[in-house]
C-alpha cells in the first residue's frame, strides 16, 4: 500500500466493469475506524498519479481532526482512494499540484505522454490512436483528414449498446444517438475551436464565414480536433464512471453496510469522480443507511441529475432522480465560475453527446454541477465557502456551494477545474460529515 502521508490509508481498484480488486475488498473491510472517506479520482492517466492526488487532498485533515479537541480525538478516521481506468490528457494543468512536471503546453498535437495514455484506456486500438496522432501532428489543410479523423474517432469509441445507459445523467423520452458520434467532422471541430477561444487559449483566428474556411485554409481547426478527440474519450469515461458506480462502488458500499453496519463513509469525488461516486447511489441497497455525505469537486455531469422533474417544459428527469435520499447526511456540490472545462466545453460536449435533445442554444440548461451547483431540485440550499466554514452545512438535503474563493486557479482549456487540494475543501467535507470540526 502506498505511503500517503496518513494513516489507515487503503486503495480499492475497479476495472472498467466495476469489479473490485477482491484482496482490496477484504483489507477495506477490515479497517478498524469510526469514520471512513473515499474519495474517487476524474482526471488521472495512472495509478501513481491519482495516489499523488489523494496524498496532496487528505495532507490537512489529521491537523484539522486534532484542532477539534476532544470531539476530534473521538473519531478514528480512515482513507481509501478509488482506482479506477480514466484517462488525463497531459496539457489539462494541475493548478497548486507538486508534480508540475505532469503538465504539457496546450496545442493542437498529442504528446507521447498522452498517446501512451489513450493506448492505455482502449487495449486493441493502438492503430487508431496512432493515426489520429498522426493527423493531430500532420494537421493537413484538407477536408478529407478532417473526414478520416472523424472516422478514426468514432472507431476508437464503438457505441456500446449494454453499457450507453450508464452515460446518461438524465432520463427522457425520444432518447437518439450521440451527436458527438455522429455528427460532421468538419462542423464539430469549427464549434470547439471557438469554444477554445472562449476558454481563453490562445488560437490562430481563421478565416470569417460560416464554412470557417477560406482558400482552402482549415489548418487552426485542429485545435478543435483535439478537443473533439478530448471529449470523445471523455464520452467513454461518462459511461465508465456510471458503470463503476452503479455495478461496483455501490454494491461494495451495500456489502460494507451489512458487515460493517456502524461505519459511517463520505463519499467524495472530483470531476468524473464526482459522477462515480453518485451513481454509486443507484447501486446502493435501499435499505443501506452508513453513506453519510457526498461531497461532489467540479463534478463532471449534468446539473439536473438528481431532479425529479427537468425544467423549461423539457421531458424526463435527472438520472439520479431524488437518490439523494439514500444519503443519511447531505449531498454536497461545490462549484466554480473558473472552471471553463465545465463553463466553456462541458455544455458544448453535453449538447454534442445528446444529454438534451431539441435546444438550440448552449444556456444553462446544459451546465454542469459543478459550474453551478444542483439545479431543480428543492429545497437545495445555497451557500458560499465561506459560510460554509462559518456555520457547516444541513445535515440532509441537496446543497450547493460556490467554491470559487478557493478554486480559482488554472490555465486554458480547463481554467480551475482541477484547483481541488485546499484546506477549506477539506473542511467542507468534515462539515457535510459531521466529523468532528468544520
Request: hydrophobic share 40%; net charge negative.
Amino acid at each position: 500500500m502506498p505511503d500517503i502521508g496518513v494513516e489507515p490509508y487503503r486503495e480499492i481498484t475497479f476495472d472498467a466493469d466495476g469489479d473490485a480488486d477482491p484482496a482490496e475488498r477484504a483489507a477495506l473491510a477490515d479497517l478498524n475506524v469510526t469514520d471512513l472517506v473515499m474519495f474517487s479520482h476524474g482526471w488521472n492517466n495512472t495509478p501513481s498519479v491519482a495516489t499523488a492526488l489523494y496524498r496532496h487532498f487528505f495532507a490537512p485533515f489529521p491537523g484539522l481532526l486534532a484542532q477539534s479537541g476532544p470531539a476530534g480525538a473521538r473519531v478514528r478516521l480512515g482513507y481509501a482512494g478509488i482506482v479506477w481506468p480514466s484517462i488525463r490528457f497531459a496539457d489539462e494543468h494541475i493548478p497548486n499540484f507538486p508534480h508540475a512536471a505532469l503538465g504539457v503546453e496546450p496545442g493542437p498535437g498529442l504528446d507521447a505522454a498522452t498517446v501512451d495514455a489513450l493506448k492505455r484506456a482502449f487495449p486493441g486500438q493502438e492503430v487508431t490512436v496512432d493515426a489520429l496522432a498522426r493527423l493531430l501532428g500532420e494537421q493537413p489543410d484538407s477536408e478529407e483528414a478532417f473526414r478520416q479523423f472523424g472516422l478514426l474517432t468514432r472507431q476508437l469509441v464503438a457505441d456500446d449498446v449494454e453499457s450507453s445507459g450508464f452515460a446518461a445523467d438524465t432520463v427522457h423520452h425520444g432518447a437518439g444517438g450521440a451527436t458527438l458520434l455522429t455528427d460532421d467532422m468538419l462542423g464539430l471541430c469549427r464549434e470547439f475551436t471557438l469554444a477554445l477561444s472562449d476558454t481563453g487559449m490562445r488560437v490562430e483566428p481563421g478565416p470569417p464565414g460560416p464554412s470557417f474556411s477560406l482558400g482552402n485554409s482549415l489548418k487552426h481547426l485542429w485545435h478543435g480536433a483535439k478537443e473533439v478527440l478530448r471529449q470523445t474519450t471523455y464520452y467513454e469515461m461518462k459511461r465508465r464512471s456510471g458503470k463503476i458506480g452503479q455495478l461496483g462502488l455501490g454494491p461494495l458500499l451495500g456489502e460494507l453496510a451489512r458487515t460493517r453496519p456502524t461505519l459511517r463513509i463520505h463519499l467524495v469525488g472530483h470531476s468524473q469522480g464526482g459522477r462515480l461516486v453518485a451513481f454509486a447511489l443507484k447501486g446502493l441497497p435501499e435499505e443501506a443507511r452508513n453513506i453519510k455525505s457526498v461531497t461532489l469537486l467540479e463534478g463532471a455531469f449534468s446539473h439536473y441529475a438528481f431532479a425529479e422533474r427537468l425544467p423549461s417544459g423539457l421531458d424526463g428527469a435527472g438520472a439520479l432522480a431524488a437518490l439523494q435520499r439514500r444519503v443519511d447526511g447531505p449531498v454536497v456540490s461545490c462549484y466554480s465560475r473558473f472552471d471553463t472545462a465545465l463553463g466553456v466545453i462541458y455544455p458544448l460536449a453535453s449538447k454534442l453527446a445528446g444529454d438534451y435533445r431539441g435546444l438550440l442554444q448552449l444556456d444553462r440548461r446544459w451546465w454542469a454541477i459543478g459550474h453551478d451547483g444542483i439545479q431543480s431540485v428543492a429545497p437545495c440550499t445555497e451557500l458560499t465557502l465561506a459560510e460554509v466554514l462559518r456555520d457547516g452545512v444541513p445535515d440532509s438535503g441537496c446543497v450547493s456551494v460556490n467554491a470559487e474563493s478557493v478554486v480559482r486557479a488554472g490555465g486554458p482549456p480547463s481554467g480551475a477545474h482541477s484547483d481541488i487540494c485546499h484546506p477549506e475543501l477539506a473542511r467542507v467535507v468534515l462539515a457535510a460529515g459531521r466529523i468532528a470540526c468544520t
